[in-house]
């Protein structure tokens, strides 16, 4: 989604404000979705598998991920914005703060309660994130660059998801049934969210 697309954007210091609330509340929903131990989302299931077979930190791959990923923008003539750049460096540190102030609870219904909790949290950031204006993810850049190209937005999706989805599986990242509640979840709760997050115009300017 464009910039241009995204009418009544508001100053730039409430997009900042939306931008960083956005990243912070994604990387805590990626840190409690870990520490579930239930299924990441494909993305982390990836991050994990890489982190389990080296010993570096599952934020560590998020950004070096993030970062690889924009090599790929290049070709496909995808422009950065502050908000990729910031996605890059700063949602791989709040995922990592997570993990680190949560571990994974004995008690199933907790670790459902952290599940549950982190795919509402990754659709208000998407949200917040998306509703700032300030430039696309990595990985959302790589999707939508792919549909540049004549790929539609669910073929590109699928293909990048499901490529990273079992490369991460086969590196000993967890898959389970917090993937399919995310996968299903996550859908209608960021467009539920989407119209909530967005700026309300100032009905007081002429």
Do not use: C, K
């Not at 077979?53 to 923008?73: D, H, K, N, P, Y």
């Amino acid at each position: 989604m464009s910039e241009a697309s995204l009418p009544h954007l508001g100053s730039l210091p409430n997009r900042l404000l939306r931008l960083y609330t956005g990243l912070a509340l994604y990387g805590a929903g990626i840190g409690l979705q870990v520490e579930s131990a239930l299924g990441n989302d494909p993305w982390d299931v990836f991050h994990q598998g890489l982190s389990v077979r080296t010993g570096w930190s599952i934020g560590t791959w998020i950004i070096l991920v993030g970062a690889l990923v924009m090599v790929f923008w290049i070709p496909l003539r995808q422009r950065p914005g502050i908000g990729t750049v910031s996605n890059i460096v700063l949602l791989g540190l709040f995922a990592d703060l997570t993990i680190w102030l949560s571990p994974t609870p004995e008690p199933l219904a907790v670790r459902w309660i952290y599940l549950l909790s982190a795919v509402v949290f990754i659709a208000v950031a998407t949200g917040l994130y998306i509703g700032a204006g300030l430039g696309p993810g990595p990985r959302d850049g790589l999707m939508t660059g792919l549909n540049r190209l004549g790929l539609s937005i669910r073929v590109a999706r699928t293909l990048i998801e499901v490529t990273v989805l079992v490369a991460g599986w086969l590196l000993g990242g967890t898959v389970g049934v917090g993937t399919v509640v995310f996968a299903v979840a996550i859908g209608p709760l960021t467009q539920m969210f989407m119209p909530l997050m967005r700026p309300r115009p100032d009905v007081t300017r002429p």
